[in-house]
């Protein structure tokens, strides 16, 4: 790289107290709460991309905290005490989103959403024991008697088919994932939070005074404090096994005419989620389909789950219904064995801050919460 000129050097160049590495939600809220704390703070966000490429803009857009069979296949994994800790973090996540940004601004739309559940489920025995298990152990964080209502009356004009019943929770909303991010990085620079885009970090140093950072193009930046939000792309930077890529895809049809489905859905645990766009309906997931493919940071998508997709489409939407496909992308999610977001200080006093298990939009706000009083304590 060209050597600095003064000016860069004594302005985005200059050096910092906190340097983030990542601007996805993750590294955006955490800029946001250190803020909140001490206005004074001279940030830096450093991001590999032109504009944050790994999951926070290749959503689905869910501002959801669980659906009942993942809630109920958490509860097997993580334990009943660990799904609720998780959940109500989702919950205060979300309800901080709705207080932070108007709906306009970031096209968030209280549509509800519904799980469909088939009787070849797993979860299908003892449904009705275990959703009023989960109602009264979520009554506390949500304030709903009842947040799962069956809402299989509502089948016949969704258009959608072959599903037994549907699960209705009312408070499920939608939102624009580029326009949230979009936002909230406005507001940061409006804060004077810097943001260099296109600097990929490759490595770090650490001494007496704090951190040099460099980037792969020889670009270097210093600052007191170092916290990585870079997701599942962390473990060869941070030389670590945290946190597990897995990429999500997403297909989107076209326009259809009195599109009857408004609002979020979810199947099998899960592993299938779809939403209006609009009049477009936007389908993701399917990564049960081949998990070791997916286990990659590569964002080509592949052909097995695009079909795994289309299929879906094929059974479950009513046959009158005439679309085609005329979108689809890819994005890369972080997965911890426990299904627990992981906070903490790493390699040489660096923090890590990653892995919301595919609930990020709900998640990082809260997150950010905890990273911001570990880094200022
Ligand atoms: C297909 C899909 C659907 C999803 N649907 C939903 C949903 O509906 N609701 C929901 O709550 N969650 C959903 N998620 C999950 C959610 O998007 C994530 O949990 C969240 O966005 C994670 O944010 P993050 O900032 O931790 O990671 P990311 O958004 O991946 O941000 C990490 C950033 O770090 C940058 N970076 C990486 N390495 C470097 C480096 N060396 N130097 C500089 N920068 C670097 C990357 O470019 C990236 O911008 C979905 C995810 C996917 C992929």
Same mark, same amino acid.
């Given at each position: 790289?060209?050597?600095?000129?003064? &000016?860069?050097?004594?302005?985005?160049?200059?050096?910092?107290?906190?340097?983030? #590495?990542?601007?996805?939600?993750?590294?955006?809220?955490?800029?946001?709460?250190?803020?909140? !704390? *001490?206005?004074?703070?001279?940030?830096?966000?450093?991001?590999?991309?032109?504009? @944050?490429? %790994?999951?926070?803009? !290749?959503?689905?857009?869910?501002?959801?905290?669980?659906?009942?069979?993942?809630?109920?296949?958490?509860?097997?994994?993580?334990?009943?005490?660990?799904?609720?800790?998780?959940?109500?973090? !989702?919950?205060? %996540?979300?309800?901080?989103?709705?207080?932070?940004? $108007?709906?306009?601004?970031?096209?968030?739309?209280?549509?509800?959403?519904?799980?469909?559940?088939?009787?070849?489920?797993?979860?299908?025995?003892?449904?009705?024991? !275990? =959703?009023?298990?989960? *109602?009264?152990?979520?009554?506390?964080?949500?304030?709903?008697?009842?947040?799962?209502?069956?809402?299989?009356?509502? +089948?016949?004009? $969704? %258009?959608?088919?072959?599903?037994?019943?549907?699960?209705?929770?009312?408070?499920?909303?939608?939102?624009?994932?580029?326009?949230? #991010?979009?936002?909230?990085?406005?507001?940061?620079?409006? /804060?004077?939070?810097?943001?260099?885009?296109?600097?990929?970090? /490759?490595? &770090?140093?650490?001494?007496?005074?704090?951190?040099? #950072?460099?980037?792969?193009?020889?670009?270097?930046?210093?600052?007191?404090?170092?916290?990585?939000?870079?997701?599942?792309?962390?473990?060869?930077?941070?030389?670590?096994?945290?946190?597990?890529?897995?990429?999500?895809? =997403?297909? #989107?049809?076209?326009?259809? @005419?009195?599109?009857?489905?408004?609002?979020?859905?979810?199947?099998?645990?899960?592993?299938?989620?779809?939403?209006?766009?609009?009049?477009?309906? +936007?389908?993701?997931?399917?990564?049960?389909?081949?998990?070791?493919?997916?286990?990659?940071?590569? +964002?080509?998508? $592949?052909?097995?789950?695009?079909?795994?997709? =289309?299929?879906? +489409?094929?059974?479950?939407?009513?046959?009158?219904?005439?679309?085609?496909?005329?979108?689809?992308?890819?994005?890369?999610?972080?997965?911890?064995?426990?299904?627990?977001?992981?906070?903490?200080?790493?390699?040489? %006093?660096?923090?890590?801050?990653?892995?919301?298990?595919?609930?990020?939009?709900?998640?990082?706000?809260?997150?950010?919460?905890?990273?911001? $009083?570990?880094?200022?304590?």
């Amino acid at each position: 790289m060209a050597s600095l000129s003064i &000016w860069e050097q004594e302005s985005f160049y200059a050096p910092k107290d906190i340097i983030i #590495v990542g601007a996805g939600l993750m590294g955006l809220w955490t800029a946001w709460e250190l803020l909140q !704390r *001490n206005p004074s703070l001279r940030i830096v966000i450093l991001e590999k991309n032109s504009t @944050p490429l %790994g999951a926070s803009t !290749r959503n689905a857009g869910f501002a959801c905290f669980g659906s009942p069979t993942e809630l109920m296949s958490d509860m097997e994994t993580m334990g009943i005490d660990d799904m609720l800790e998780v959940v109500e973090m !989702r919950y205060k %996540g979300i309800e901080k989103i709705k207080q932070h940004f $108007s709906d306009e601004v970031i096209g968030f739309e209280h549509c509800g959403g519904y799980e469909c559940i088939n009787k070849d489920s797993r979860f299908w025995p003892a449904l009705d024991d !275990r =959703i009023s298990q989960l *109602n009264k152990l979520l009554k506390d964080i949500t304030g709903h008697r009842s947040i799962f209502k069956y809402a299989g009356n509502k +089948l016949p004009t $969704s %258009g959608l088919q072959h599903f037994d019943t549907m699960i209705e929770n009312s408070t499920e909303a939608a939102l624009h994932s580029g326009k949230l #991010v979009q936002t909230l990085t406005q507001q940061l620079m409006a /804060k004077g939070v810097t943001i260099l885009s296109g600097f990929p970090v /490759k490595e &770090w140093q650490k001494d007496s005074n704090g951190f040099e #950072v460099l980037s792969a193009n020889d670009q270097s930046i210093k600052g007191t404090k170092l916290i990585f939000c870079t997701n599942a792309f962390s473990n060869s930077l941070l030389d670590s096994s945290t946190v597990e890529p897995a990429r999500g895809q =997403i297909i #989107v049809t076209s326009p259809i @005419p009195d599109l009857p489905m408004k609002g979020t859905f979810h199947f099998d645990e899960g592993y299938y989620y779809w939403r209006h766009l609009g009049n477009r309906i +936007l389908l993701g997931g399917g990564r049960n389909a081949d998990f070791e493919g997916e286990n990659t940071t590569d +964002l080509n998508g $592949s052909d097995i789950i695009r079909n795994t997709l =289309i299929a879906f +489409l094929q059974k479950h939407l009513s046959s009158s219904i005439q679309y085609s496909i005329e979108h689809s992308w890819s994005g890369i999610m972080g997965f911890t064995e426990n299904k627990r977001p992981f906070t903490g200080y790493v390699k040489d %006093g660096a923090y890590l801050a990653v892995a919301c298990n595919g609930m990020g939009v709900a998640l990082t706000p809260v997150i950010a919460e905890t990273i911001a $009083s570990d880094i200022l304590s």
